[in-house]
């Protein structure tokens, strides 16, 4: 990944920064999406230079990286934000600086209540089905490991394009965003949020370059 261009997020009273990391990353998404690959992946990741800020945790930055500089200037950033051209400052596209060290952005599913209940129910019904329990017998043991549904990690909140164009239900949801530091740089895929994936042997995540 040798290029990369920087968006800050300029919040005001008015915008919170939580709620135009909404609006922003929804747009970039959506980018992502008209612009992926024949096989379903982005050709551009996302990297966040501030991530662990104190507050918003995402900080008011977002880079977007690619391998050229040509598959920057055919997404035309500018066009997709232009809406919120009062909110973003876009630079002009960079070269990655050498001295960079790569990690990579995943993104990290954390179950909400409902979702934690209805396993649990799942569960409870399978473990009393096959050892003969009381089902409230299944449920209090099971209560002991109950998952929790915090998480330190940033979201945002963002609808799938996937979801509406398969005329899915499309309600926003988090998208907890994980950052993880590793020795060298790994080639992979990712996905239409710009987040990392598995590389072809599953056994490590696409990296992008931090600076």
Request: charged content about 20%; aromatic content about 10%.
């Amino acid at each position: 990944m040798n290029y990369y261009q920087e968006v800050t997020l300029l919040p005001d009273p008015t915008v919170p920064l939580d709620f135009l990391w909404q609006k922003v990353y929804q747009q970039i998404h959506i980018a992502l999406v008209d612009n992926k690959t024949d096989q379903g992946n982005s050709a551009v990741a996302v990297a966040f230079p501030e991530y662990g800020s104190p507050g918003f945790r995402l900080g008011k930055k977002v880079r977007l990286i690619a391998v050229d500089s040509t598959t920057l200037e055919t997404l035309d950033l500018a066009k997709w934000l232009s809406r919120l051209s009062d909110y973003v400052h876009i630079k002009s596209i960079q070269t990655v600086p050498e001295n960079a060290r790569p990690v990579s952005y995943i993104r990290r599913q954390v179950k909400g209540t409902s979702r934690i209940e209805s396993d649990m129910q799942k569960k409870a019904m399978l473990w009393a089905k096959k050892s003969g329990q009381p089902l409230a017998q299944c449920l209090a043991d099971l209560e002991k490991s109950r998952p929790t549904k915090h998480s330190r990690l940033p979201f945002i909140w963002v609808e799938s394009q996937q979801s509406k164009s398969e005329q899915r239900g499309n309600r926003p949801f988090p998208l907890f965003i994980q950052c993880i530091e590793v020795d060298k740089a790994v080639e992979g895929t990712f996905n239409c949020y710009g987040l990392s994936q598995p590389n072809n042997d599953g056994q490590a995540f696409a990296t992008v370059p931090h600076f």
